[in-house]
T-cell receptor, first 116, second 114 residues
Framework: AQTVTQSQPEMSVQEAETVTLSCTYD???????LFWYKQPPSRQMILVIR??????QNATENRFSVNFQKAAKSFSLKISDSQLGDTAMYFC?????????????FGQGTILTVHP | DAGVIQSPRHEVTEMGQEVTLRCKLI?????LFWYRQTMMRGLELLIY????????DSGMPEDRFSAKMPNASFSTLKIQPSEPRDSAVYFC????????????FGPGTRLTVL
């Protein structure tokens, strides 16, 4: 069974500052993928970033980057130069890799508020 | 290219009525997922289709729920009869393949059963 845990129900940050959201997971698979999804008040689920477990290099997408610690089963999201539009619920998710069925397991979510 | 399309965006119905939620996949995608989101249970996978075939329906709550893919680009999720505890946001998502391809979500349908 796969589990994903987000231990921070809520976070806040000032505009232009940096914030890190935490995520830990558990899986028995060696090949898997990790994702961060963003859900703004519009409730649309938007992919922020994706990490393949077999890649040691941390994924980066513009102001968003991850710190992937495979041995510790930790996958945190860093948002640099926070913007008001980053206010949203953020979900960490895990799926099995390879060509088999990629069921996504989600964490409970972290509500991030960016203050002006 | 259009993303995943869901309709209706909002649905309010009375207990006992039939509800049908609709989803159009992204063109070229062959995997389809239905999720339900509630405050209490978070995001739960209800059912997964690959190439129009249901592969995993272990998340479907009970026989009142049914899902179909009549063709490669369209799916329905039906609740009959609906109950107040079915109130939730229902998402569908599609991906390119059966493996760990990124899932792209639709805007969701907010269902309220009175």
């Amino acid at each position: 069974a796969q589990t994903v845990t987000q231990s921070q129900p809520e976070m806040s940050v000032q505009e232009a500052e940096t914030v890190t959201l935490s995520c830990t997971y558990d899986t028995s698979e060696n090949n898997y993928y990790l994702f961060w999804y963003k859900q703004p008040p519009s409730r649309q689920m938007i992919l922020v970033i994706r990490q393949e477990a077999y890649k040691q290099q941390n994924a980066t997408e513009n102001r968003f980057s991850v710190n992937f610690q495979k041995a510790a089963k930790s996958f945190s999201l860093k948002i640099s130069d926070s913007q008001l539009g980053d206010t949203a619920m953020y979900f960490c998710a895990l799926s099995r890799g390879g060509t088999s069925y990629g069921k996504l397991t989600f964490g409970q979510g972290t509500i991030l508020t960016v203050h002006p | 290219d259009a993303g995943v399309i869901q309709s209706p965006r909002h649905e309010v119905t009375e207990m006992g009525q039939e509800v049908t939620l609709r989803c159009k996949l992204i063109s070229g995608h062959n995997s389809l997922f239905w999720y339900r989101q509630t405050m209490m249970r978070g995001l739960e996978l209800l059912i997964y289709f690959n190439n129009n075939v249901p592969i995993d329906d272990s998340g479907m709550p009970e026989d009142r729920f049914s899902a179909k893919m009549p063709n490669a680009s369209f799916s329905t999720l039906k609740i009959q009869p609906s109950e107040p505890r079915d109130s939730a946001v229902y998402f569908c998502a599609s991906s390119l393949g059966a493996g760990a391809d990124t899932q792209y979500f639709g805007p969701g349908t907010r269902l309220t059963v009175l």
